[in-house]
């Protein structure tokens, strides 16, 4: 099964919840201004997210109103060419320029934040690159392991500390050392405990200093991982991550598990953070680059 068809499967929840309910809303209804109402709510309930949900009615009240949507066919369509316009396509995560080109990864625990360095890992060392990973996860138990494991898988270097240690240290450790080896990537794990507690932001905003320190312009890319279980909640972690450490990208996991799907509208409305990442299973080709217009034709196919 190519990604593709991977992606249509992996979106079979959210299309329910999205399209299919908005279909059944447009099917043998008169176009009118109670319709439109009706649609913002079922994108509301779809984790669309009310700003994104109020700008596509907006624009499809446009549009009828200029009598380019008169029918159901018209009105799919309308939503369709809306959902992607929405979507920002995100420069993709790739080593060019200055080496090592650092990604720094943060999120909450259990959203795939450690998976999902694996997996970023062995695309890079698959593209014949080195990749050095930095166990900067020094607080949850098993963390230093299970990042251990992935850089085996990947061909990667790792460099760990003691379970405790500073994770700045870590992170400056790792970072010098490929420079010093002339590694290609760096790739950065972060702890995840709950993004409302002051002291993790201020760790990730030491460990960010310490790795300017060495390298003035890493790190290059601030991943957040995000899961798309979580809804609307992971509009709140995105919000006081990316005023922590300044996110530049968004790595959404778990998409095939979830009818929550509509939340990568409400991150790019909301946020104007762009998903450059999503993962639609557990192999590791099942991380990709985001695309926009493959990921609006795999929702309405």
Not at 39 to 52: C, K, R
Not at 151 to 172: E, L, M, N, T, Y
């Given at each position: 099964?190519?990604?593709?068809?991977?992606?249509?499967?992996?979106?079979?929840?959210?299309?329910?919840?999205?399209?299919?309910?908005?279909?059944?809303?447009?099917?043998?209804?008169?176009?009118?201004?109670?319709?439109?109402?009706?649609?913002?709510?079922?994108?509301?309930?779809?984790?669309?997210?009310?700003?994104?949900?109020?700008?596509?009615?907006?624009?499809?009240?446009?549009?009828?109103?200029?009598?380019?949507?008169?029918?159901?066919?018209?009105?799919?369509?309308?939503?369709?060419?809306?959902?992607?316009?929405?979507?920002?396509?995100?420069?993709?995560?790739?080593?060019?320029?200055?080496?090592?080109?650092?990604?720094?990864?943060?999120?909450?625990n259990g959203v795939g934040k450690t998976t999902t360095i694996g997996k970023l890992a062995r695309r890079f060392t698959d593209?014949?690159?080195?990749?050095?990973?930095?166990?900067?996860?020094?607080?949850?138990?098993?963390?230093?392991?299970?990042?251990?494991?992935?850089?085996?898988?990947?061909?990667?270097?790792?460099?760990?500390?003691?379970?405790?240690?500073?994770?700045?240290?870590?992170?400056?450790?790792?970072?010098?050392?490929?420079?010093?080896?002339?590694?290609?990537?760096?790739?950065?794990?972060?702890?995840?405990?709950?993004?409302?507690?002051?002291?993790?932001?201020?760790?990730?905003?030491?460990?960010?200093?310490?790795?300017?320190?060495?390298?003035?312009?890493?790190?290059?890319?601030?991943?957040?991982?995000?899961?798309?279980?979580?809804?609307?909640?992971?509009?709140?972690?995105?919000?006081?991550?990316?005023?922590?450490?300044?996110?530049?990208?968004?790595?959404?996991?778990?998409?095939?598990?979830?009818?929550?799907?509509?939340?990568?509208?409400?991150?790019?409305?909301?946020?104007?953070?762009?998903?450059?990442?999503?993962?639609?299973?557990?192999?590791?080709?099942?991380?990709?680059?985001?695309?926009?217009?493959?990921?609006?034709?795999?929702?309405?196919?």
């Amino acid at each position: 099964m190519g990604f593709f068809d991977k992606l249509k499967q992996g979106l079979a929840k959210t299309r329910k919840a999205l399209i299919e309910n908005t279909e059944a809303l447009f099917r043998g209804r008169v176009v009118d201004e109670g319709l439109l109402e009706e649609l913002e709510e079922t994108l509301i309930m779809a984790d669309v997210g009310p700003q994104a949900a109020t700008s596509i009615t907006s624009a499809m009240r446009e549009k009828i109103r200029q009598g380019k949507a008169l029918n159901s066919g018209d009105l799919k369509a309308a939503l369709k060419d809306e959902i992607k316009k929405m979507l920002k396509k995100g420069q993709k995560i790739m080593c060019a320029g200055e080496k090592p080109y650092v990604v720094l990864t943060v999120g909450v625990n259990g959203v795939g934040k450690t998976t999902t360095i694996g997996k970023l890992a062995r695309r890079f060392t698959d593209h014949g690159f080195s990749v050095t990973l930095a166990a900067g996860d020094t607080f949850r138990a098993a963390a230093i392991e299970q990042l251990e494991i992935w850089a085996h898988r990947a061909g990667a270097q790792i460099v760990k500390h003691r379970s405790g240690a500073d994770p700045a240290a870590v992170a400056f450790d790792a970072v010098a050392s490929a420079k010093a080896k002339k590694v290609d990537v760096v790739i950065i794990d972060t702890a995840g405990r709950l993004h409302t507690k002051t002291n993790l932001m201020d760790e990730l905003k030491k460990i960010k200093r310490a790795v300017s320190k060495e390298i003035p312009s890493a790190p290059h890319e601030v991943l957040l991982v995000i899961d798309a279980i979580s809804g609307q909640n992971a509009i709140n972690q995105a919000r006081i991550f990316n005023e922590a450490v300044g996110v530049t990208g968004i790595a959404l996991t778990k998409l095939d598990g979830t009818a929550k799907g509509g939340i990568i509208l409400a991150i790019n409305k909301e946020l104007n953070i762009p998903v450059k990442l999503i993962g639609v299973g557990e192999a590791v080709e099942d991380l990709q680059d985001f695309d926009p217009a493959e990921f609006v034709d795999a929702l309405f196919d």
